[in-house]
């Protein structure tokens, strides 16, 4: 089966990536996360590790990854000149100016900025990072260009509402409210509060793919969902299976950890160059970003309740067909913000939507081994992207922690945060001299189009 790319599309020749795997096989993604050892690719995916680990201690730490991937998109794409700027376009680009370097200055103008406690530290790292490359012209040039670039993607994301300290939260009380569950959430607020409001990377508006909403209490569609996860996702379950045991908590990993990972590894299976790593981060990331965004606004605005509360009230919802039960518990420990829709769900349609658009097929086999306490099942294989938005999906409802419904809307908006993206942004440039749909319709057009 021959699959193209945008890449071909752009005509871009040495972008033609799967001329380089031969275009007849199933390309296997291999993500293997509880190796000890990754396959080292190139200059992105190694600034890319090296930002996770800074940023995932940070609960919005997807937000100031992003800015890092797209600092080194325009850095590298201002050099390489294939697709459209995202935000910065760097004042001059000296012909021959190294692109390793751009990237690396891109990256830690952000990261020093971002966590200026670690200066030190970084500037170390930044350091050995350059150390790498010779000495010239070439070396100096790009460093300008990333250090510009880097500083651009900061000023342009100033005042974004990362940094604002939301108000303090008010739980709901009665059927369908979010609660407190205190075993699971001794702290005050629920978490990821600051994330509704932040604006995001590529969408007009937090809302803009807002969820539609749970079902109604006194709905059959409620009462499926209720009695689905009461019965899968109870710890003590006795119709759930010990497969079905693993995957619920498979999915209980640090997402930064285990999408970037995945990230790392799809880049080496494929053997992406640095300038198709550049995009390829750069959109996985913002759109990663964008899609939590819209899923805590979505949540923070249904303030819906989770299995654990609704379980133990069964009995005041007005359907006749949730019984309560007292000593439900669910297999793994709750996340402390609102049910619906779910994360996990939103975060892996927009992967997914990422890699489908990027490699322009669904076909893509991912393997992977999941890190997590409690999980022994070891090799996890799912033959497309629709397998990966199905599995979580149902991991999500055997963990206890989500219904149906809520992973089903997730994935949906994760999808259409994903192809907003695609179509907007990171197009490829008219080889006749036009620009890219961005920046030759430009966003304020965009209002019209709600696709």
Request: proline share 7%; aromatic share 12%.
């Amino acid at each position: 089966m021959h699959y193209k790319t945008v890449y071909e599309t752009a005509k871009a020749g040495p972008f033609e990536i799967l001329g380089r795997t031969q275009r007849a096989i199933s390309l296997i993604l291999l993500a293997w996360l509880f190796c000890p050892i990754f396959v080292k690719a190139d200059v992105i995916t190694d600034l890319n590790d090296k930002a996770r680990l800074r940023f995932n201690a940070s609960p919005s730490g997807s937000i100031p990854l992003a800015y890092v991937h797209a600092a080194i998109y325009d850095a590298v794409n201002a050099i390489d000149g294939r697709f459209s700027v995202y935000a910065v376009k760097p004042s001059s680009v000296p012909p021959g100016s190294s692109k390793e370097a751009a990237a690396i200055a891109a990256a830690y103008t952000v990261m020093i900025a971002r966590l200026p406690v670690q200066a030190g530290s970084l500037t170390t790292d930044y350091n050995s990072f350059l150390a790498d490359i010779p000495d010239s012209p070439s070396k100096t040039n790009g460093i300008a260009i990333g250090v510009e670039v880097g500083n651009g993607i900061l000023a342009f994301r100033a005042n974004d509402g990362i940094d604002v300290v939301p108000p303090p939260y008010v739980f709901g009380s009665g059927p369908g409210a979010y609660q407190q569950i205190l075993i699971f959430q001794p702290r005050v607020d629920p978490i990821f509060q600051v994330l509704a409001t932040v604006r995001p990377f590529t969408l007009l508006s937090p809302s803009q793919f807002r969820a539609d909403g749970p079902p109604s209490l006194t709905s059959q569609q409620w009462a499926d969902d209720y009695n689905e996860v009461k019965s899968l996702g109870d710890k003590n379950s006795s119709t759930r299976t010990p497969a079905q045991t693993q995957l619920g908590i498979a999915y209980t990993e640090n997402p930064i950890d285990y999408y970037t990972k995945i990230f790392r590894n799809v880049s080496a299976a494929y053997g992406l160059s640095l300038e198709e790593n550049a995009r390829f981060f750069a959109m996985l990331h913002l759109a990663y970003a964008d899609a939590l965004i819209s899923v805590f606004d979505s949540k923070f605005h249904f303030n819906f309740w989770r299995p654990y509360t609704a379980i133990h009230a069964g009995d005041t919802d007005d359907n006749p067909f949730t019984d309560p039960d007292l000593n439900w518990a669910p297999l793994v420990v709750t996340p402390p913000h609102p049910e619906y829709p779910a994360a996990h769900g939103v975060a892996s349609g927009s992967v997914a939507e990422i890699l489908r658009s990027f490699f322009g097929t669904k076909k893509i086999t991912i393997s992977f081994t999941p890190v997590a306490p409690g999980y022994t099942a070891g090799l996890t294989t799912l033959e497309s992207t629709d397998d990966m938005i199905k599995q979580v999906v149902k991991g999500r409802i055997y963990g206890g922690m989500h219904y149906r419904t809520s992973g089903v809307h997730g994935t949906l908006m994760g999808r259409k945060v994903a192809k907003w993206l695609t179509k907007h942004y990171f197009q490829p440039l008219d080889r006749k001299g036009g620009k890219g749909h961005d920046e030759e319709n430009g966003k304020e057009n965009w209002q019209k189009d709600g696709s």
